[in-house]
């Protein structure tokens, strides 16, 4: 849809719409370029606290996405307020803003909008050195791929959303969820990193044929090395998935090579739409080790290859 806009031509603009980036960057002087986001997600989960925290937090994971600092935030609401208790509203924002003060900012205003389905996210300013902006377009042949939270929150929201999920698994998808990328994306300080993305509603499977497809390269991805909720597999096997998964397939699920072997079931969990997934890093190799030590959750998936360009062979 975006193809039929007028192209953007200030070249203040260091990152636009051209790649299927996660935030915009706007050079200020050759030290200090913003990064600039929004985002906001419906409720996903029972509790409104807990809304507003995840719901930041995936805010917030872009700024951090592009290797930036975020400054601060404006809060976007569309809330009911004819039929649901201003109360839920006021937990939603309390979330929010404990998550915000957790990345160190503060939410210094926004809008909000009568709606019959509540949405709440943030618009987050940050900063970042123009040389050290990290897109997802600069990806190099022998690469190692590291992913840094497990994925099948789309899967585990849904089964939430019917009632087949327990309480400790929720809790689980919940912490996940509202977990900053912050320090992960700090962790990186240092280390050759080539390409950095957040996974977000494309799945694991989308936004790695992005990062692959921009940066001109191939990559390999093992399956059974993916972090995943244990529940997701089985909850995938009994048809419980968003909508969004067989959309993913449909976009990216054709230019993946699924190598012989690779279940249905693997292929609706790497498709799965998360939200507020952790980063997914493409690194040099003799920086990996160093990854893993300072990032304790983070698991090595794949590599990237020479190609075909655009092309994610997937094993299991
Ligand atoms: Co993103
Ligand atoms: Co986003």
């Not at 919940?174 to 912050?182: E, Q």
């Not at 692959?212 to 990559?219: E, I, L, N």
């Not at 969990?269 to 080790?289: C, K, M, R």
């Amino acid at each position: 849809m975006l193809c039929g806009l007028p192209p953007i031509d200030d070249p203040a603009v260091l990152v636009g719409t051209s790649t299927a980036d996660d935030a915009a960057v706007y050079r200020l002087d050759d030290a200090r370029a913003i990064v600039q986001t929004v985002d906001l997600i419906t409720p996903i989960v029972d509790d409104p606290y807990d809304y507003g925290q995840i719901a930041a937090a995936n805010s917030l994971s872009d700024v951090y996405a592009m290797g930036g600092t975020p400054l601060f935030a404006l809060a976007i609401v569309c809330f009911p307020t004819r039929t649901v208790p201003l109360e839920v509203l006021g937990r939603i924002l309390q979330g929010g803003i404990a998550k915000a003060r957790e990345a160190g900012i503060a939410i210094v205003g926004g809008h909000s909008v009568e709606d019959d389905e509540p949405k709440y996210g943030l618009v987050v300013t940050g900063l970042v050195s123009p040389d050290r902006v990290l897109t997802n377009a600069g990806a190099r042949l022998g690469d190692v791929l590291v992913l840094t939270k497990p994925i099948g929150t789309g899967i585990l929201t849904t089964a939430l959303k019917r009632k087949q999920l327990e309480d400790a698994s929720v809790r689980r998808v919940v912490d996940v969820m509202s977990t900053l990328n912050r320090s992960a994306a700090e962790a990186l300080n240092g280390l050759q990193v080539h390409a950095l993305t957040d996974v977000t509603g494309f799945g694991l499977l989308g936004h790695l044929t992005e990062m692959v497809a921009g940066s001109g390269v191939g990559a390999k991805l093992r399956a059974s090395s993916v972090p995943v909720f244990e529940e997701a597999p089985s909850l995938a096997q009994r048809g419980i998935f968003p909508g969004g998964t067989k959309r993913n397939l449909i976009h990216f699920g054709h230019s993946a090579q699924w190598l012989p072997g690779t279940s249905e079931v693997t292929q609706y969990v790497l498709a799965d739409p998360q939200t507020s997934g952790g980063l997914l890093i493409a690194i040099a190799s003799e920086d990996v080790d160093e990854l893993l030590r300072r990032v304790g959750s983070a698991s090595i998936i794949g590599e990237i290859t020479a190609g075909p360009p655009g092309v994610v062979q997937v094993s299991d």
